[in-house]
Each structure stands twice: as C-alpha cells, then as structure tokens.
C-alpha cells in the first residue's frame, strides 16, 4: 500500500484542493482585514516654550523617557491647552516640578526647547 504515491493524491485531490483555498481564502482576509498601524502624532516644536512661560520661566529641566520634567518661576505662565494643541498628552505638578507627558518626540522637543541639555 503507497502512503503518498500518485494514487494517493489522485484519490483525495479534491481535499488537497480545499485545504489549498481555505488557505489562500485566509491569507486574503488577514491582509484585507489586518488592523492598520497609527500614524504617529506629530509634535509642534515652535510654540512649547510659550506655552511654559518663556525661557526665563525655566530653572531647571530634565528628560525622562517620554517626559520632559521642569521646575519653574512661576507655574500660572503654562498654559496647557496650547501645549496639549502641540502634542503633550498629560501633565503632572508634584511639589515643585511639572512634568510633561508626550507619547512620541520628547526628545526632540526637549532639544528644541534646551539646544544646551543635548
């Protein structure tokens, strides 16, 4: 008895043929219907140091990860709906410091804002 002559294939062609399209049949829906990757959200460099008060507000600031930390003259000057408008997304005032959030390009805001703290 041959497992896996001509015989064998002849016979049972039409399984090898569904198994065939149920594999292309899937292979189309997963490319089809994939979840699409999110565009990353772009950060305005330009108004950021507005929008903390001005350079002569800032006395001290580090980044940390996706967060750039400051300490202040005055925390009235922030004005966090036009730092959220370009692309912080939280803020957190302990103590003495704020601490801003972005998902994506601390780091470039942070050099944009400090050139000095590369």
Known sequence: MMIAGEDFFLKNLW???LIAALAAGGLIL???FRPKRKQKQTVNISGNLEAIGGADN???????????????KDYGKV?????????A???????????????DGA?????ALFPEGK
């Open 58 to 72: 800032v006395l001290s600031h580090t980044l940390e990860g996706s967060r750039i930390v400051l300490q202040l």
């Open 15 to 17: 399984w090898i043929v």
């Open 30 to 32: 997963f490319l089809r």
């Open 107 to 111: 780091k470039e805001v942070y050099r």
């Open 79 to 87: 004005d966090r709906e036009k730092l959220k408008t370009q692309g």
């Open 89 to 103: 997304t939280g803020f957190l005032l302990k103590s003495d410091k704020l601490t801003i959030v972005f998902k």
